[in-house]
């Protein structure tokens, strides 16, 4: 595997289920990001974890839980989520503190 | 929160057409970044930029950071079906110390052939 992977690349779940977004990076960097892309807006940065620590956390609910186990793997934790969480959920990677973000192919969820 | 202007917001162009793109922020900006994305795809950087008045090239992808260092524009030329796609821009304002990327809304690039 190269680059930043994501599984799965397809989610339907209704709004009393419990799943998680996973995503494995594999460029060495020690930075991670989530982030969530709606229809006609820009892209909304999540979540940051730079060496593991969370750094940031962008007034997102608590029904969205972020977990990054090691420099490499990023879970986002789902749990009685509304229909308009729906979106793609991208991961993303970098150097920490460095620019250039190199993105995942996303996972499309849908929250019924 | 920071806001990128990005324009136009959509492009209908024939094959082998030339392609002009900018955006535009009202913070000083110490990195501009390019992405593509496809259909059911993430971002896929295009091109980075770190100076004031740097031109950089990708192929037949052109990228200048504004002198301003409040602007950035991206150039296709003899453009090609598969340039189809969404163009971001993203940049990091000057004195960011988390690498957070503000991202503009995009440009939906359609190509008839």
């Known amino acids: 595997e190269t680059g930043v992977t994501q599984t799965p690349r397809h989610l339907v779940m209704g709004m009393t289920n419990k799943k998680s977004l996973k995503c494995e990076q594999h460029l060495g960097h020690n930075a991670m990001y989530w982030y969530k892309q709606s229809a006609k807006k820009p892209l909304e940065l999540m979540f940051v974890y730079s060496l593991e620590e969370r750094v940031e956390n962008n007034s997102v609910p608590s029904r969205f839980s972020p977990e990054c186990p090691n420099s490499s793997h990023l879970f986002l934790h789902l749990h009685t989520l509304q229909p308009e969480d729906s979106a793609l959920y991208l991961c993303?990677?970098?150097?920490?503190?460095?620019?250039?973000?190199?993105f995942g192919p996303g996972t499309r969820l849908t929250v019924t | 929160g920071q806001q990128l202007n990005q324009s136009p917001q959509s492009m209908f162009i024939q094959e082998g057409e030339d392609v002009s793109m900018n955006c535009t922020s009202s913070s000083i900006f110490n990195t501009w970044l390019w992405y593509k994305q496809d259909p059911g795809e993430g971002p896929v950087l295009l091109i980075a930029?770190?100076?004031?008045?740097e031109l950089t090239s990708n192929g037949r992808l052109t990228a200048q950071f504004g002198i301003t260092r409040k602007d950035s524009f991206l150039n296709i030329s003899a453009s090609i079906p598969s340039d189809v796609g969404i163009y971001f821009c993203?940049?990091?304002?000057?004195?960011?110390?988390?690498?957070?990327?503000?991202f503009g809304r995009g440009t939906q690039l359609t190509v008839w052939p």
């Open positions: 930029l770190y100076k004031a008045g």
């Open positions: 993203a940049g990091q304002i000057r004195g960011s110390t988390l690498g957070r990327l503000y």
């Open positions: 993303a990677s970098s150097q920490a503190g460095w620019h250039e973000q190199y």
